[in-house]
């Protein structure tokens, strides 16, 4: 997976950073948490002791449980009603086997 991140000031539209980023889908938390310090340090904002605790341990990411919520939400997301069908479906299907994986994910 790869992302761009841009910090832009809103009144000005000027652009004031910019950083890419690749990691494979595992990685996906670990990556959340140096986009949220990179973009915390550019904005100069000081981050709580609990906060600095949750940014430096995110639980493992199982990506198949992640890509299961991924497609339930696209299917949720599609109107009409055969595809809420589907989501249901697909959800209930991968949530048996992944479990574990999508409850840290929705924690």
Known sequence: MRITVQLIHGPSDRHLWAESYQRD???ILALQTE???AVASQI?????????????SPPPV????YDAYLRGRYFFNRWPA??????????????????????????
């Open 82 to 107: 055969p595809e809420h069908t589907r989501c249901v479906h697909t959800s209930n299907m991968q949530l048996s086997e992944h479990r574990t994986g999508l409850m840290l994910m929705l924690a």
């Open 44 to 56: 100069q904002a000081t981050l709580t002791p609990a906060e600095e605790t949750r940014l430096a």
């Open 25 to 27: 889908l595992h990685g």
């Open 35 to 37: 986009v949220a310090r």
């Open 62 to 65: 199982n990506a198949d449980a």
